[in-house]
Structures are given as structure tokens and as C-alpha cells.
């Protein structure tokens, strides 16, 4: 009967062990490797902004009225960065926001909030500049790349 029961045990124990296996994927997205420098004139500033982007988003320029527009498109995963850069694109993270976190790229401060289904990005002391992406699903890499910005 022991015997019995300590085989039950093991077939119990081995199952569920195969199912937490299988509900646990381990499998990561990774971007492409390498960076390529993009650098903006900013409307109304001396300075320009730079950013490094992976090696698989093409940049599309999309025609603003007020400020430079445009988005990063990846041709690897379902990824696109939109900008919003110039005096008169304003913030889209509120200054007074209680749920703004602060980071800083190579030489800018910048904010973050999720907002509308939005990782929203500000550099307010860049013209400002302003990045959004739809949804949460890429934020690690999303965020090494506001990282890079810089102004020069």
C-alpha cells in the first residue's frame, strides 16, 4: 500500500511540475542589435537632439504644423516611436503629475507616465521633445532608448 501510495505521489508531483513548465514561458523578444544616431533640429532651439535607435526602425518624417513629427518603425517587431519635438508641442507628461517618474539620459532629464494606453515620454528642457509608444509591451527597450537622447 505504501508503495502505491508513493507512486501516486510521484505521478502527482511529476505532472504538476510539467505544467508550471508549460503555463511559464521563458522565450524573449530581443530587438535588433546595433544603433544608428538620429539627430533633429528643434524648431525654435539653438540646440539639436540626438537619439540612437536600433538598426531596424526606419525613421518616417510626417508633416507637423507647429513642430517636428515623425515615428521610428521597426521591421522586426510591432514597435513604433512617435515624436512630438518643438516649443509649441507643450508636454505630454504634466509636470504636476503625481504618477510622472523621473529619468535621466545622457544629458536630459525626462519623465514617464503610462497614459491612455501610452508609455509617454518628455524631455522638457529639449524644446520640449515628447516620444509615445502604444501599449507597455516593449518598455525595458523603449526606455534604454530615451536614454540615449541627448542634446548638442
Given at each position: 500500500?505504501?508503495?502505491?501510495?508513493?507512486?501516486?505521489?510521484?505521478?502527482?508531483?511529476?505532472?504538476?511540475?510539467?505544467?508550471?513548465?508549460?503555463?511559464?514561458?521563458?522565450?524573449?523578444?530581443?530587438?535588433?542589435?546595433?544603433?544608428?544616431?538620429?539627430?533633429?533640429?528643434?524648431?525654435?532651439?539653438?540646440?539639436?537632439?540626438?537619439?540612437?535607435?536600433?538598426?531596424?526602425?526606419?525613421?518616417?518624417?510626417?508633416?507637423?504644423?507647429?513642430?517636428?513629427?515623425?515615428?521610428?518603425?521597426s521591421s522586426e517587431v510591432d514597435l513604433k516611436i512617435t515624436?512630438?519635438?518643438?516649443?509649441?508641442?507643450?508636454?505630454?507628461?504634466?509636470?504636476?503629475?503625481?504618477?510622472?517618474?523621473?529619468?535621466?539620459?545622457?544629458?536630459?532629464e525626462f519623465w514617464y507616465e503610462f497614459i491612455d494606453n501610452?508609455?509617454?515620454?518628455?524631455?522638457?528642457?529639449?524644446?520640449?521633445?515628447?516620444?509615445?509608444?502604444?501599449?507597455?509591451?516593449?518598455?525595458?527597450?523603449?526606455?534604454?532608448?530615451?536614454?540615449?537622447?541627448?542634446?548638442?
Amino acid at each position: 500500500m505504501k508503495k502505491v501510495n508513493l507512486l501516486w505521489f510521484l505521478l502527482i508531483l511529476l505532472s504538476c511540475s510539467k505544467q508550471a513548465n508549460q503555463e511559464a514561458p521563458t522565450e524573449q523578444t530581443e530587438l535588433c542589435p546595433g544603433a544608428i544616431l538620429h539627430t533633429f533640429s528643434v524648431p525654435g532651439e539653438v540646440e539639436n537632439l540626438s537619439i540612437q535607435v536600433p538598426t531596424c526602425f526606419r525613421l518616417a518624417i510626417l508633416q507637423g504644423i507647429d513642430s517636428s513629427v515623425g515615428e521610428f518603425i521597426s521591421s522586426e517587431v510591432d514597435l513604433k516611436i512617435t515624436y512630438d519635438i518643438g516649443v509649441l508641442a507643450g508636454n505630454y507628461v504634466n509636470a504636476n503629475s503625481p504618477n510622472k517618474q523621473i529619468f535621466q539620459s545622457v544629458n536630459q532629464e525626462f519623465w514617464y507616465e503610462f497614459i491612455d494606453n501610452h508609455m509617454c515620454f518628455t524631455f522638457p528642457n529639449a524644446g520640449p521633445a515628447n516620444f509615445f509608444v502604444e501599449g507597455d509591451a516593449y518598455f525595458a527597450d523603449v526606455l534604454l532608448i530615451m536614454k540615449s537622447v541627448q542634446t548638442n
